[in-house]
């Protein structure tokens, strides 16, 4: 990045604050991404880059919505919109729709997320970008979940690869964490052990392989399913063990949303935390 300041190449030195934003919230330092994203906006409005303003905002917003700064997350994917380059960008457009369906449910507009998430499907399909529709429709799931739709669940999870999904032997198939972890919470929702053991086995497997990728967003997310999961089981001990994990992960970023995604089993632990543990 820095070699492409100094050569002239504004659009590669772009290119490289995008990708070292992505992986900043890939290891959990949302700071640092909405920084990467801030300076990428700054050199896009300087350097003749205005057409592509949209991707920065796009990733602002995401930032925001994990700070649960709603109103602001908002703002930066709806003015992304106004000039979005849908046909060259599909993939971060659904993404931006995706963070859109987020913000509208938690601001309890539930029949919106889902129609935002319609629209991002029809993206996903018209362009071909069969990763994109791997995570809408595991978004949708991860939402009708939360909205107790868990036939709904029940009916993607059945057609869902990872229904198939073995981990020993890899094989090809279009997978994401936004698919994962509703496939992994209806499960558990069954109450049937082997499904819960199941849930549990790919719990695991999945905090190995993301611990290898120094994936800490994702740690995150399987810390708090690990305590619904260990909540079901009536295990409450280990329920407070898995979250303050997560929120080991969470709270020198102030990454706060994944904790209010997960509705009402973790609240009453949430309390418990100021109370026993410094």
């Known amino acids: 990045r820095q070699r492409a300041y100094?050569?002239?190449?504004?659009?590669?030195?772009?290119?490289?604050?995008?990708?070292?934003?992505?992986?900043?919230?890939?290891?959990?330092?949302?700071?640092?991404?909405?920084?990467?994203?801030?300076?990428?906006?700054?050199?896009?409005?300087?350097?003749?880059?205005?057409?592509?303003?949209?991707?920065?905002?796009?990733?602002?917003?995401?930032?925001n919505y994990f700070w649960n700064q709603l109103i602001q997350a908002r703002q930066y994917i709806t003015t992304a919109f106004e000039h979005a380059d849908v046909v060259a960008y599909p993939n971060p457009t659904v993404r931006g729709y995706i963070t859109l369906a987020w913000i509208q449910n938690a601001e309890g507009q539930y029949q919106q997320a889902l129609q935002t998430l319609a629209d991002a499907e029809r993206v996903a399909l018209d362009r071909h970008a069969l990763e994109a529709?791997?995570?809408?429709?595991?978004?949708?799931?991860q939402l009708q979940f939360s909205a107790g739709e868990n036939?709904?669940?029940?009916?993607?999870?059945?057609?869902?690869?990872?229904?198939?999904?073995d981990s020993s032997a890899r094989h090809g198939l279009i997978l994401s964490d936004e698919s994962f972890f509703p496939y992994c919470q209806i499960l558990i929702a069954s109450g049937e052990?082997?499904?819960?053991?199941?849930?549990?086995?790919?719990?695991?497997?999945?905090?190995?392989?993301?611990?290898?990728?120094?994936?800490?967003?994702?740690?995150?997310?399987?810390?708090?399913?690990q305590a619904l999961l260990h909540h079901a089981q009536n295990q409450p001990?280990?329920?407070?063990?898995?979250?303050?994990?997560?929120?080991?992960?969470?709270?020198?970023?102030?990454?706060?949303r994944p904790f209010l995604d997960e509705g009402q089993p973790l609240i009453p632990y949430l309390r418990r935390v100021p109370r026993e543990h410094s």
């Open 6 to 63: 100094r050569t002239g190449n504004p659009f590669i030195a772009f290119t490289l604050l995008l990708n070292e934003s992505a992986l900043a919230v890939m290891r959990g330092h949302l700071q640092r991404a909405h920084d990467l994203n801030e300076e990428a906006l700054r050199l896009a409005k300087t350097a003749s880059l205005e057409r592509l303003v949209f991707l920065p905002q796009l990733g602002l917003g995401r930032v």
């Open 133 to 141: 529709l791997e995570m809408v429709k595991g978004v949708r799931a």
């Open 151 to 165: 036939e709904a669940v029940t009916r993607w999870a059945r057609s869902s690869d990872w229904e198939t999904f």
């Open 193 to 225: 052990l082997p499904k819960v053991k199941r849930a549990e086995s790919l719990l695991a497997w999945r905090l190995k392989d993301s611990e290898l990728q120094r994936r800490e967003s994702t740690i995150l997310k399987i810390r708090l399913v």
């Open 237 to 256: 001990d280990i329920v407070m063990t898995s979250l303050l994990q997560a929120l080991e992960i969470a709270m020198p970023e102030n990454c706060i």
